[in-house]
Structure formats: structure tokens, C-alpha cells
Nanobody, 121 residues
């Protein structure tokens, strides 16, 4: 059984930092992992992805230099460190997983339930 459980969302002010966590169980614990987000009235968009080894990492242009994705394979957890948050980062953030480091950025097979991040101005 595949399970992805996000945590760490909340309400912060612009310029603040927040760290999201995603605990993985099942076969996805050895898969590439990623983060997506969906703002109200917008489509879900890719944020970041990381291979199992951590040797390959992708970011959306909108978060480069502010967000950092990492993973702890011993604890089957992936993180998203978000710094210099902006109001436009407000969204529900979803953890995702797929066996393919290519497909993880577009249509991953596995999703978490999401965690709300709200950035006030």
C-alpha cells in the first residue's frame, strides 16, 4: 500500500520560512519524490522533485533560489524548505511520487492529501 502524508503547513508572513515534510511508506520509499502546489482557482503546478539518491533535483523557476528539496531515505521522508515566502506561494502543497524521475514532474502516480500554506502580506 502506498501512502504519502504531508505535514508542516501553516500561516506565515511574507519573508518568513516554513518546512514541509512528507512521510512515505510502501514501494514509493525508493522512488523519486516531488512537491506540487495548487492555488485557489489555478491548476496544480510542479514545484520541485528529487531522485532517490538526491543526485538529480528539479525546481520550478518560480521557486529557484528560495525553496530547497531534500530527502532522508533512512526515515523515508522528503522535505521542502521554503524561504523568503511570498503571498503568491499561498497554495495547498502536495507530496507526490513516481518511479520515473521524468514523469514525477508532470503526472506522478501517487499523491498525498495536501497541506495548506498561507502567506500573508
Amino acid at each position: 500500500q502506498v501512502q504519502l502524508v504531508e505535514s508542516g503547513g501553516g500561516l506565515v508572513q511574507a519573508g518568513d520560512s516554513l518546512r514541509l515534510s512528507c512521510a512515505a511508506s510502501g514501494r514509493t520509499s525508493t522512488y523519486p519524490m516531488g512537491w506540487f502546489r495548487q492555488a485557489p482557482g489555478k491548476e496544480r503546478e510542479f514545484v520541485a522533485a528529487i531522485s532517490w539518491s538526491g543526485g538529480t533535483i528539479y525546481y520550478a523557476d518560480s521557486v529557484k533560489g528560495r525553496f530547497t528539496i531534500s530527502r532522508d531515505n533512512a526515515n523515508n521522508t522528503v522535505y521542502l524548505q521554503m524561504n523568503s515566502l511570498k503571498p503568491e506561494d499561498t497554495a495547498v502543497y502536495y507530496c507526490a511520487s513516481d518511479f520515473s524521475i521524468v514523469r514525477i514532474r508532470t503526472r506522478p502516480d501517487y499523491w498525498g492529501q495536501g497541506t495548506q500554506v498561507t502567506v500573508s502580506s
